[in-house]
């Protein structure tokens, strides 16, 4: 009985949602290019016959032509065929430094707003301070340690979400907590696991899969930043970055190099935040308009 | 307000404090002996052994922390591995370019912002508003390092209208001061650098200041859509008061708090983005010294590099605070 209810609430929450965005132009045309993009990492090897890697000297800096739409690199590489492959990269590393962030940050959320007092202050301040550090500069420094490469990329992005997760995942407890129902739960004699994962979790998730969206932009806009700095993917990687910062160098001769990547970049990045914004009106009006 | 301040102030040293031990604990996690990977496979033991001992690599991590706060609050940041220089003197150097250019943005993105912000508000679902937050959209998404690029491209190279990077013409010799290049082009009265200083920054200034201008833009705009919903607008506009005294001198001003909040904020995500700026526009200033220290591997370099970035943003923003506090008494009482 109880656990329908919950599933009916559950399903027309998101069922309203679903109908306010799809009144949203913005958020419509953020899927679809979010669409575009999955659909270009998922399939990266039957969209191109060019390899993103090999090298081919005969076709140095081409620019556009029908052959190669979006030209050649430096070391003679389709540069259409790099960017679509780059897809498949910066997604990756968007959905998982998100999950990392969403994990500890969640968790740290969760539990300094449940058990609240000194554990609370601790968490909590920790998180103060790590939002006490401009986030490029902490992923920087995260990076300079660990080595630049792919996964400490995705770590050092992922790690500097953690305050914005945790500090949403707390409020959304706190506000959660002190109702009726939850009290009414304890009575009967639900655990302290029940009660996070069932009645708290569930119901902050709004605010959490607003938070993940708009991440996912910021995380696809830092990765590209460190792989600019030469502190990211590493060569041959596509990375969008990483290429751009390879054309850097020919930019009088060839400026499609460097174009074409940073195009790439600005895309998916408002694809993410135009849907997130679209999200954040449906699922939690009281965020509408708020950075 | 003095206790409203000193609490404040007090509140950064905790912060601070945190600042320090994540910074420190940074070198725990080099993999490897860290004296090796400062200066690479082919030195000898002995050079190895005198720089863990500097840096103190042979004592616990608790005994080294106390070591380099104690150093610190001496003057004492550590010598640079690259240069064989004090970090901290380094810095100080290098402080002023950033700092100017910070400055240049945080005007650009203010000015702009509010601009766009006021008038998308003023007429909602107009095409001046859609444009306004269709702009912001876009520079919210921007990556400003290609950004900067197409400007370079744009602007230098195909143009020629613009320089391409640096502070200032090799040609004009410009005593400094202060380091601040536009203060000492105006001590000097010097028009003629002033004018070219100012060319250097804009192109930076722009890029940098993308960002931060569509934040404040979409701030200014729900600030002032809800203000212009409240009912003494309604009452000014039955009065006949005219439409541009209503928005600046009804609307804007109490729609002003929030904004100054967003500006304020903006300080760290600036400080972290000059590290691209720079990069780009071959700046001198700490984002370009740190990257190349990061590239040497140069650990204490960066270690004080860091700490000088995040303490500047930590007390810019208790700055923006008290100011806030001095603005709107109403700040002091939460």
Redo the contacts between chains.
């Keep these: 009985m109880i656990l329908n209810n919950r599933n009916q609430k559950g399903t027309s929450l998101f069922r309203n949602a679903f109908r306010q965005l799809k009144r949203n132009k913005?958020a419509i045309a953020g899927m679809i290019i979010i669409g575009a993009f999955i659909f270009m990492a998922a399939f990266a090897n039957f969209i191109t016959p060019y390899d993103p890697i090999k090298q081919d000297w005969s076709q140095v800096q081409k620019s556009p032509s029908l052959e190669h739409p979006l030209g050649t690199d430096e070391l003679g590489r389709d540069l259409l065929t790099r960017i679509i492959f780059g897809a498949r990269i910066s997604m990756t590393i968007g959905v998982i430094s998100v999950s990392i962030g969403l994990f500890f940050g969640g968790l740290i959320g969760l539990s300094a707003g449940y058990f609240g007092g000194w554990i609370d202050s601790i968490l909590m301040?920790?998180m103060?301070?790590?939002l006490?550090?401009?986030?490029?500069?902490l992923a920087?420094?995260?990076v300079?340690?660990?080595?630049p490469d792919l996964w400490n990329t995705m770590i050092a992005v992922g790690v500097v979400t953690i305050p914005r997760f945790a500090r949403i995942a707390r409020s959304s407890v706190l506000e959660i907590k002190s109702k009726d129902y939850v009290e009414a739960i304890r009575a009967l004699g639900a655990g302290h696991r029940r009660i996070l994962i069932h009645h708290i979790l569930v119901n902050s998730l709004s605010p959490l899969i607003v938070q993940s969206t708009l991440t996912l932009?910021s995380a696809i806009?830092n990765a590209?930043?460190l792989g600019?700095?030469?502190?990211g993917a590493q060569p041959p990687t596509p990375e969008w970055?990483a290429m751009?910062s390879d054309g850097?160098k020919v930019?009088?001769i060839s400026?499609w190099i460097?174009?074409f990547?940073?195009i790439a970049?600005?895309l998916s990045?408002?694809g993410f935040?135009?849907l997130g914004?679209g999200l954040r009106d449906a699922l939690d009006p009281r965020m509408k308009?708020?950075? | 307000m003095l206790s409203y301040t000193i609490r404040r102030v007090l509140s950064i040293i905790?912060?601070l404090l945190?600042?320090l031990i994540?910074?420190s604990l940074?070198?725990e996690?080099?993999?490897g002996d860290p004296a090796r990977v400062m200066l690479g496979q082919h030195v000898s033991e002995e050079a190895l052994a005198s720089l863990r001992e500097k840096m103190g690599l042979d004592k616990p991590f608790h005994v080294r922390l106390g070591i380099y706060m104690f150093n610190l609050f001496q003057g004492n940041w550590g010598d640079s591995i690259r240069e064989g220089r004090p970090v901290l003197t380094i810095l100080l150097e290098r402080f002023p370019a950033t700092f100017e250019l910070t400055i240049f943005a945080m005007v650009f993105s203010s000015v702009f912002g509010v601009f766009l912000g006021v008038v998308s508000a003023w007429r909602q679902y107009s095409i001046w508003d859609y444009s306004g937050m269709i702009i912001a959209?876009?520079g919210?998404?921007?990556?400003v390092?290609?950004?900067g690029?197409?400007m370079?491209?744009i602007f230098s190279?195909q143009l020629g209208l613009m320089p391409f990077g640096g502070r200032i013409s090799t040609e004009l010799a410009l005593s400094s001061p202060t380091g601040f290049y536009t203060l000492d082009a105006l001590i000097n009265l010097n028009l003629k650098a002033l004018g070219d200083v100012l060319l250097h920054l804009t192109m930076p200034g722009i890029a940098l200041g993308t960002i931060p201008m569509a934040?404040i833009t979409?701030?200014t705009?729900?600030s002032m859509?809800e203000v212009l919903n409240q009912d003494y607008i309604r009452t000014a506009r039955a009065k006949g008061l005219k439409e541009t005294r209503i928005l600046l001198g009804h609307a804007f001003r109490n729609a002003l708090m929030p904004v100054i909040t967003?500006v304020g904020l903006n300080f760290?995500?600036l400080?972290?983005?000059a590290?691209?700026t720079e990069?780009v526009f071959s700046w001198p200033g700490l984002g370009t010294w740190?990257?190349d220290s990061?590239?040497a591997r140069d650990y204490p370099a960066?270690q004080g590099g860091?700490l000088f970035?995040?303490a500047a943003?930590?007390i810019i923003?208790l700055l923006v605070d008290l100011s806030y506090a001095w603005i709107n008494p109403k700040v002091k009482y939460e």
């Design positions: 913005l301040r920790f103060d301070i790590m006490a550090i401009p986030y490029v500069l920087i420094a995260i300079a340690i660990l080595g932009a806009l590209a930043a600019f700095l030469g502190l970055g751009l850097r930019l009088l400026p460097v174009t990547p940073g970049i600005m990045v408002l935040n135009m914004d308009d708020s950075q | 905790p912060v945190g600042l994540i910074i940074l070198i996690f080099i993999p959209l876009i919210i998404s921007m990556p390092f290609w950004l690029l197409m370079i491209y190279l934040m979409r701030m705009r729900s859509l967003v760290g995500i400080l972290g983005g590290i691209l990069t740190l990257l990061i590239h960066v860091v970035i995040g943003f930590v923003n």
